[in-house]
C-alpha cells in the first residue's frame, strides 16, 4: 500500500488561500450535523477546543481523555504565552512577519500554506480567548500587554502571568462542558484508548479502556479526531507530564497512517538540572524568563566559586557573544546546543559541571525586585521550591532538556492523515513548526487547529459521506478489540523481574544519548541495535502487577512504554536516514565552520513520512517535497 | 533518610479500606514526596506486590491530580504547595507519617489515595463559563478590562481544581472552589451578562453534588496551594443573593422566531 501523499495545499496568492479553500468546502446542513458522530480523542487545548467547537456546530461528539477533567491535561503546564499576529505594540509585527519567522525558525521544513494560514488565524485565537474570559496580562490602560520570546524581534506574545498554558485551557474546558451541559458532546473519562478501527479504508472508531472498570470498549464514529499530545516522554526524562505518552498516534501508525519526522524533538534550553537517579521529570523554566535574564558561565573551566563573586569580566555571556542580533533570546534549538558545548568543553556550572547560570541580577537593579516578581513570580518559586535556592539573590542553574516533538502522524492540509477521516490536531501531528518550534506557538497551533480549522475540514469530510452504516459487530471492531485484549493478557502475565520504569529510564538514556540534542550515524546505529534488544527484554522480564479488570496504573504504564519501545526505534531510523541537520535535529556530520545546522536543501527539502509495514519488518519512508514559493531558502542566521 | 509510611490501602469503591506501614530506608532529601512514592512503588512491584495507587501528573503544581492527606492535612505541612511540589528536605530522618485520601462524601474514593472529583467538572458544566460559540468574539482590545479586575480575576483563576479546599473543610464544603469560578468570570466585564445565572446555578449544583455550606472557617484559604482568598466566597453569596432576586431561568417562550 503506497501513501498518498497530496497535501491537499491550494495554490494563488498565499495570503487568499485559506479563504478560497473555506470557500470550495462542501458544508454539512445545520439540521443533518446531529446525524454525523464525531469522535475526539484528547481534551488538551487542541481536542478540547476541537470537541467544544464542534458541539457549538451541532455534530454529535463524543470526547474521549485518559484524564478525570479535561483541565488536567498536558496543555495546563504551558507557561510562557501564546504568540499572535495584533501588533499591538507597534513594533512592525504582521501576518506575514509572524509567518516567516515561524518558517524560519523552524529551519525551512515546514509547509508555507499552513504556516501562513496559523499567522493568520492567530489574530482569531486572541479574540476567541478574551471573550472566554481568560485573564490574560493588561496595561493599566485596560489594552492586552505583551512580551517577547526567542527567535522574533517583535512583541507578541501574550500572557497570563506564568500560567498561560492554564488559562488558556481553563477557557476551552469551559466552553467544552459549555457543550457537555447543552447535551452535544458526551465525555469519556478516564478513558484511554488503546486502538483506531479502520474499515474498508476510513476510521470508523476506536477500542478504549476504562481505567477504573478495565472494561474494554468500542465506540463507533464518522470521522475521529487525534489531539492526543507529543511523545517526549519517549526519553523518560522530559518536561512533558509524566502520563503524556504516543499510545493513540502509534497505534493509529501500525493502521496505515504516516507518521511525519518522528526524529524532529525540541530540546528545550532553559530547565533545571536533573538531582539524581530517582527523578521522576525535568521543570521547564519558561523561555520568557530569557526576555530578562541573561545566560552566562565563567571563563574559567571548572570555576566552582560562588556565582556572586565571579566578577563580570570573568564571565562569558555566551549567546550575547555569539547571536549578537537575538543573543539571549536566540531560538531554542541554538540556545540549547550552545549550552551543551559550554559544558562540553568544560566551563559548566553545578554537580557534574551540567548547568549554565541564569542571571536576574541587572534586571532586578534595572526594573526593580517588583516587577520581576510581578512577570516571574510563580516560575521563582518553583524554582526554588525544587532546588532550595533562591533566584532573587543567586542566579537560576538551568540546562537542556526534552521539552516537545515537531514530528507526530503527517496531516495535509484539511489535518487528515493518511487514513481518510483520521483527524490529526496540535502537538500530535507534525505540521507547523518544521524542524523547530518557536516559543508560544504550540498554543498558538493546537488552539488555531482545534477553534478555526478543524471545523471547516471535518465538515468538509462528512458532507461527502453518509452518516453511521456500521456498529461494534463489524469484524474489524471485533478483530481490534481482541488483539486489545491479547496484548492486555501478555503484559499481565510476563511477570518478570524488572519494573515498567527499569526499562523506561533505560530506552531514554539510549534516546538521549543518541538521538538528543546532536546525533551521528554510528550513535545512531548502536541505537538501532539496542532498542530492539530492550525491546525484547521488555516483552520476557517485565513485571506489570496487579488485574486487568481494576484500576491498574503499572498497566497503563506498560502498555505506553512498549509502544515507546516501539516508536524510539522510528526516531532514531529517521535521525539516521535525515543526512542533514536542521533546527532541532542535528547531525554532528552536517555543520558549519561555526558549528552551526547545516541544511542539504538539495536532498532533504522534505517531510519524511513513514509508513508501517509490519512487525519486525522496515518501515517505508515517503517523501513530500516541501515547495518554497514565497520565501527564500536561505541559512537561518540569528547573529 | 530513614521514613515511615502509613498508607491507606483500599481494592476499590466498594471495598473496606485499612491502613497499612511501610518503611523506606534510603530516602533522599532532594526527592519530591511524590518521587518518594516511586521509590516505595518500584520496591513494592519488585516484591510481586501491588504498588499504592495516587493521582498525578505535572509534577509542577499546576494540573490539580495530586493531592492526598498528610498527617490529616491536604497537601502535606508545607503551605502554598502541591504533593508534587513538596520535598522531602521538610522532614526528619525517622518520620512517621500517615497518608490517606481526600475524605468527602462527593468524592468518592477509587483506589488508595485516588478520589473521584468529577463532581468539579458537573459543576462548571452548570455555569462556570462565559457563552460563547467560537467565530463570535470581538476583537480583543474592544473590551477594555482595568488591570486591577484582571489581574483579581487571574488571582481567582489560579485555581487548579485539586480539590484540597474541601478536604480541609468541616463541612466539605466546595464553596472556594466555585466562588474562584464566580469571582473569575464576575470580576471581568465579559463575565457580566451571565453573572446572576452563573452564580445561581453553580451553587445550586454544588448542594445537589453533596458538597456542606460554608460557615466561614477558613480552613480552604489555609491549606490553598495558589492562595486562592476566602474574599471569593463572599463575592460568591453577594452574587448568590442577588441572584436569587433577580435571576429567573430562560423563558420557554423565548425570542421571535
Ligand atoms: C512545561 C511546558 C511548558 C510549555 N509552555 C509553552 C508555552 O509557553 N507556549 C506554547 O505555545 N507552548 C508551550 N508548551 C507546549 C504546549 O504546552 C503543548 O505543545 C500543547 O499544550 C499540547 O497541546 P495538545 O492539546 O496537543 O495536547 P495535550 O495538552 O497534551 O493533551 C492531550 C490530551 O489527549 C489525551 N490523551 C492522550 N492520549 C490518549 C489516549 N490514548 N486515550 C485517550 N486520551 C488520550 C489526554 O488525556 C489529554 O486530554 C509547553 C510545554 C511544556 C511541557
Ligand atoms: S501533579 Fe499536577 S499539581 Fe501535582
New interface residues.
Given amino acids: 500500500m503506497a501513501f498518498q501523499l497530496d497535501s491537499r495545499t491550494p495554490s494563488g496568492p498565499l495570503e487568499q488561500r485559506w479563504s478560497k479553500a473555506k470557500q470550495e468546502m462542501k458544508l454539512v446542513s445545520p439540521a443533518n450535523r446531529r446525524k454525523y458522530t464525531v469522535i475526539v480523542v484528547g481534551s488538551g487545548l487542541a481536542g478540547g ?1 476541537a470537541a ?2 464542534l458541539g ?1 456546530l451541532g455534530y454529535n461528539v463524543k470526547c474521549f481523555s485518559f ?8 496543555s ?2 504551558a507557561q510562557g504565552g501564546i504568540n499572535a499576529a ?1 501588533n ?1 505594540q507597534n513594533d512592525g509585527d504582521s501576518v506575514y512577519r509572524l509567518f516567516y519567522d515561524t518558517i524560519k525558525g523552524g529551519d525551512f521544513r515546514s509547509r508555507e500554506s499552513n504556516v501562513y494560514r496559523l499567522a493568520e488565524v492567530s489574530v ?1 485565537i ?8 481568560v ?10 500587554a505583551n512580551r517577547s520570546f526567542g527567535g522574533a524581534q517583535v512583541s507578541r506574545t501574550f500572557y ?2 506564568g ?1 498561560t498554558g ?2 488558556l485551557l ?1 477557557g476551552c ?3 467544552l ?2 457543550q ?2 447543552a447535551g452535544r458532546v458526551q ?1 469519556f ?1 478516564r478513558h484511554e484508548m488503546l486502538d483506531l478501527v479502520v474499515i474498508d479504508g476510513r476510521a470508523r472508531g476506536i477500542v478504549t479502556r476504562n481505567l ?1 472498570t478495565g472494561s474494554i470498549d468500542c465506540h463507533v464514529a464518522d470521522a475521529v479526531v487525534l489531539a492526543t499530545g507529543g511523545y517526549g516522554n519517549a526519553f523518560y526524562l522530559s518536561t512533558n ?3 503524556c505518552n504516543a499510545t493513540a498516534i502509534w497505534r493509529a501508525y501500525k493502521r496505515g497512517a504516516g507518521f511525519g519526522n518522528p526524529c524532529y524533538t525540541q530540546i528545550h534550553p532553559t530547565c533545571i538540572p536533573q ?2 537517579d ?4 525535568l ?1 521547564l523554566m519558561s523561555e520568557s524568563l530569557r526576555n530578562d535574564g541573561r545566560i552566562w558561565v565563567p571563563k574559567q573551566k571548572g570555576d566552582t566559586r560562588n556565582p556572586n563573586e565571579i566578577p563580570e569580566d570573568e564571565r562569558d555571556y555566551y549567546l550575547e557573544r555569539m547571536y549578537p542580533a537575538f543573543g539571549n533570546l536566540c531560538p531554542r534549538d541554538i540556545a540549547s546546543r550552545a549550552a551543551k558545548l559550554m559544558c562540553d568543553q568544560g566551563y559548566g556550572v553545578g554537580p557534574g559541571g551540567r548547568g549554565v547560570y541564569l542571571d536576574f541580577k541587572e534586571s532586578i537593579g534595572r526594573l526593580g525586585r517588583k516587577t520581576i516578581e510581578e512577570r516571574y513570580g510563580n516560575l521563582f ?2 524554582y526554588e ?2 532546588t ?1 535556592e533562591d533566584p532573587y539573590t543567586v542566579p537560576m542553574r538551568i540546562y537542556p532538556a526534552v521539552h516537545y516533538t515537531m514530528g507526530g502522524l503527517w496531516v495535509d492540509y484539511h489535518l487528515q492523515s493518511t487514513i481518510p477521516g483520521l483527524f490529526v490536531l496540535g502537538e500530535a501531528n507534525f505540521s507547523d513548526h518544521g524542524a523547530n518550534r518557536l516559543g508560544a506557538s504550540a498554543l498558538m497551533q493546537g488552539l488555531a487547529d482545534g ?2 480549522i478543524i ?1 471547516y475540514t471535518v465538515g468538509h469530510f462528512l458532507a461527502q459521506v453518509k452518516p453511521g452504516g456500521v456498529n461494534t459487530d463489524h469484524a474489524e471492531f471485533r478483530a481490534a478489540r481482541q488483539e486489545v485484549d491479547e496484548r492486555t493478557r501478555r503484559l499481565l502475565s510476563i ?1 518478570g ?1 524488572k ?1 515498567v ?1 527499569d526499562f523506561h529510564r533505560e530506552l531514554g538514556k539510549i534516546l538521549w544519548e543518541f538521538c538528543g540534542m546532536a546525533r551521528n550515524a554510528p550513535g545512531l546505529k548502536h541505537a538501532l541495535e539496542k532498542i530492539p534488544e530492550l525491546r525484547e527484554e521488555f516483552w520476557q522480564n517485565v ?1 506489570v ?2 488485574s486487568a479488570e ?2 491498574n ?2 498497566l497503563e504504564k506498560a502498555g505506553r512504554v512498549a509502544d515507546f519501545l516501539e516508536l524510539g526505534e522510528l526516531m532514531c531510523l529517521d535521525a539516521l536516514e535525515r543526512e542533514e541537520s536542521c533546527g532541532g535535529h542535528f547531525r554532528e556530520e552536517h555543520q558549519t565552520e561555526e558549528g552551526e545546522a547545516k541544511r542539504d536543501d538539495e536532498r532533504f527539502c522534505h517531510a519524511a513520512v513513514w509508513e508501517y509495514a509490519g512487525d519486525g519488518k522496515r518501515p517505508v519512508r515517503h517523501v513530500e517535497p516541501l515547495q518554497f514559493e514565497f520565501v527564500h531558502l536561505a541559512q537561518r542566521s540569528y547573529k | 533518610m530513614k521514613i515511615i509510611l502509613n498508607i491507606w490501602r483500599q ?2 469503591s466498594s471495598s473496606p479500606g485499612k491502613m497499612v506501614r511501610y518503611e523506606l530506608g534510603n530516602v ?1 532529601e ?3 514526596f ?2 518518594m512514592l ?2 516505595l512503588n ?1 520496591e ?3 516484591k ?4 499504592v ?1 495516587f ?11 495530586c493531592g492526598f492527606m498528610i498527617n490529616g492535612i491536604p497537601h502535606g505541612p508545607e503551605r ?2 502541591t504533593v508534587c ?1 513538596l ?1 522531602m ?1 521538610h522532614f526528619h530522618d525517622g518520620e512517621e507519617l500517615w497518608l490517606e485520601p481526600f475524605r468527602a462524601k462527593a468524592f468518592p474514593v ?2 488508595d489515595l ?1 478520589v ?3 463532581a ?2 458537573r459543576i ?18 474592544s ?5 486591577q479586575c ?2 483579581r ?2 488571582d481567582a ?2 485555581c ?2 485539586c480539590g484540597a479546599c474541601v478536604a480541609a473543610c468541616p463541612n466539605a464544603s466546595a464553596s472556594l472552589f466555585v466562588s474562584a469560578k464566580i469571582a ?2 464576575g470580576l ?1 466585564p ?2 457580566e451578562p451571565e453573572r446572576d445565572r452563573r452564580a445561581m446555578r453553580m451553587v445550586l449544583k454544588m448542594t445537589e453534588e453533596g458538597f456542606g455550606y460554608c460557615t466561614n472557617t477558613g480552613e480552604c484559604e489555609a491549606i490553598c496551594p495558589k492562595g486562592v482568598k476566602i474574599e471569593n466566597i463572599a463575592m460568591m453569596h453577594r452574587d448568590f443573593t442577588r441572584a436569587v432576586a433577580l435571576f429567573r431561568e430562560e423563558s420557554k417562550a423565548g425570542g421571535a422566531g
Avoid at chain 2, 143 to 147: A, R
Wanted: one cysteine or more.
Fill in positions: 477546543s467544544a467547537t457549538e484524564h478525570d477533567s479535561p483541565r488536567r491535561a498536558h495546563i503546564a495584533k499591538y482569531n486572541i479574540d476567541q480567548c478574551v471573550a472566554q474570559g485573564p490574560f496580562a493588561r496595561e493599566y490602560g485596560g489594552t492586552l497570563a502571568r500560567q492554564q488559562q481553563l474546558y469551559q466552553a462542558e459549555r457537555v451541559d465525555m473519562y477504573v507530564a509524566k502520563n538531582s539524581g530517582y527523578q521522576s521529570k521543570t518559586e518553583m521550591r525544587i532550595g477553534y478555526f471545523s511477570k523481574r519494573t520504569d513485571n502487577p496487579g481494576d484500576l496504573q503499572s | 481494592k476499590n533522599n532532594h526527592m519530591s511524590l518521587e516511586d521509590v518500584e513494592l512491584t519488585r510481586g506486590e501491588e504498588p495507587t493521582e498525578h501528573d505535572c509534577r509542577e503544581g499546576i494540573c490539580g491530580s502554598g504547595t511540589q520535598h528536605r477509587l483506589k485516588m473521584d472529583r468529577s468539579f467538572d462548571i458544566a452548570a455555569g462556570g463559563y462565559i457563552s460563547i460559540n467560537t467565530g463570535s468574539a470581538p476583537e480583543a482590545n473590551i477594555p478590562v482595568k488591570k484582571a489581574d480575576a487571574m483563576a489560579a487548579i481544581g473569575h468570570l471581568l465579559q463575565g
